[in-house]
């Protein structure tokens, strides 16, 4: 296990700094530059009232694919989660001046189903750091090695930590580590941060996002095969859970595909 698994282990996060050039930095800026641009604020305080949220990632920029199967990632996804994982969530969160902090919380829950006390990870979460996250501009505030806590233990502020890294970075936690988007102060004048939160989850739980309809046949064909896999296009081996019509859902994308099965 490397440096950042070792970490993620033991306190549930770890940072690695500047994985990303930043001209790959100034593409995606780039292709979100317009969405933002018409993108309302949030409808309510966990979006954030004063942050804007782009979804459906893949579809807005086709270089989000080089984060969502950047190899440290996906060598970190294949050790904690089990195979045929699924990618369950990828937004871009834009925090503007005067922004409140959100309330503490896990990735790997959303539906907030019962945990039954202490559990694993049910996820493995990542969050892109596009601007510097600083002290004072709404970087992500974690609780170390709250992981390990009985779910029904309660955070308190005073014991939080910011992850501050420049932009380029990477935030790696696991998926029921408590976290939150910290608070953006109002004296940063006309100063955003860009962070974009990319999510794996166990393949038997549902995902956040609806990934075969925001990304359809026509437009996942563009990607990758584990690309394609992660947003849904794939079964989880060795049942069938995921198939379209008692077909493998890759057919929809190429009808000549055969599985796993059929080519051995």
Known sequence: MNRHGREIRAQGYSIS???????????????????FRVAPKGRNDFEGFKSQRLYSLLTKSKCLAKLVEHPLILGLADRF????????????????PGETPQGFHRDDNPANAPDWGFRDMWGFST?????????????????????????????EPSQAVKACAPAGSVLLFAGNLLHRNGPSSKSIKDKTRLGITIQYSQPWLRTIENFTLAVPPEKAARFSSKVQALLGYSVDAPGFVGFVDGLHPKRLINPAYMGRKQRA
């Open 17 to 35: 700094q500047c994985l990303i050039s930043p001209n790959l930095v100034k593409r995606i800026r780039g292709d979100l530059a317009p969405y």
């Open 81 to 96: 989660l089990r195979e045929d994982y699924l990618l369950t969530a990828a937004a871009a969160v834009r925090i503007h």
């Open 127 to 155: 969050i892109w750091m596009f601007d510097d996250f600083t002290e004072s501009n709404g970087a992500t505030e974690i609780i170390p090695g709250s992981h390990k806590w009985p779910m029904e233990q309660a955070p």
